[in-house]
């Protein structure tokens, strides 16, 4: 037998018996209880979740459609129209007997879209380098 028929067998082997212990493992985690841990955090300093795990029994239904509502062109109305979507608090969420602040991603991110529609609109400057929205850093004109 060759020296590279052997080698060829060898990593097959190897191979098959890699993807087996893979398949065990899979098997074995399967049966695991994967729910978050409940802890008490503070919410001072670093003791706080990485993600906000909110659990929900309940199923939310939602449409989702073309929207006419948020005007691009900076109509009549635009600035208060694009205003509705900041929410009360600007998205932040107050935690622990601090009342430390978080922001929810979904606000920063509307956010984000209000000053890339103000630049598209003509009432702000877009500027590279990257800055706190991501995608630009932005100056208004007016």
């Not at 948020?70 to 608090?89: H, L």
Request: proline share 4%.
């Amino acid at each position: 037998m060759s020296t590279r028929l052997q080698a060829t067998r060898v990593a097959i082997t190897l191979a098959f018996i890699v993807a087996l212990l893979n398949l065990y493992l899979l098997v074995a985690s399967t049966g695991k209880d994967r729910s978050p841990q409940y802890h008490d955090y503070s919410y001072i300093g670093d003791d706080y979740p990485e993600l906000w795990e909110i659990s929900s029994t309940q199923s939310v239904a939602m449409m989702v459609e073309e929207t006419r509502s948020y005007p691009m062109d900076g109509g009549p109305n635009a600035r208060e129209i694009w205003a509705t979507s900041s929410s009360k608090g600007f998205g932040y969420v107050r935690l622990g007997s601090e009342h430390r602040a978080f922001a929810i991603s979904m606000f920063h991110q509307l956010h984000c879209m209000r000053l890339i529609h103000a630049a598209l609109a003509g009432r702000a400057m877009m500027r590279l380098p990257v800055g706190t929205c991501s995608t630009a850093s932005i100056i208004f004109a007016r």
